[in-house]
Nanobody, 127 residues
Framework: VQLQASGGGLVQSGGSLRLSCTGS????????VGWFRQAPGKKREGVSC????????YFADSVKDRFTISRDNAKNAVYLQMNSLKPEDTAVYYC?????????????????????WGQGTQVTVSS
């Protein structure tokens, strides 16, 4: 199982970034996937997740109306479009999945144990 995240970087406040994550070694279509982040000194948190059942999505309150998530099952990929970025969005962003086809987007974003994780990509937002 491999998850490869990319697309991080340095951006000014108010700017945009698009993160990408591709998966291999498992049946991508069957499972929810999502994005988590960890800022220095803080606990990792679920940012946005998308289910495999019906494409339903979950967003943390802090990113609602600014971030969108999408998945392309033909490419084994999930994307996080981040707009109106703020300095508090600065963190290492990880993509993750959990091997349960019935797990909802919200439940994936709420869990840590048992997830498969990508390597992380740094997002830095300057003020």
């Amino acid at each position: 199982v491999q998850l490869q995240a990319s697309g991080g970087g340095l951006v000014q406040s108010g700017g945009s970034l698009r993160l990408s994550c591709t998966g291999s070694g498992f049946n991508w279509n069957n499972y929810p996937v999502g994005w988590f982040r960890q800022a220095p000194g803080k606990k990792r948190e679920g940012v946005s997740c998308i289910s495999s059942i019906d494409g339903s999505t979950y967003f943390a309150d802090s990113v609602k109306d600014r971030f969108t998530i999408s998945r392309d099952n033909a490419k084994n990929a999930v994307y996080l479009q981040m707009n109106s970025l703020k300095p508090e969005d600065t963190a290492v962003y990880y993509c993750a999945t959990f091997f349960s086809s019935t797990l909802t987007a919200g439940r994936l974003c709420a869990r840590e144990n048992g997830n498969y994780w990508g390597q992380g990509t740094q997002v830095t937002v300057s003020s």
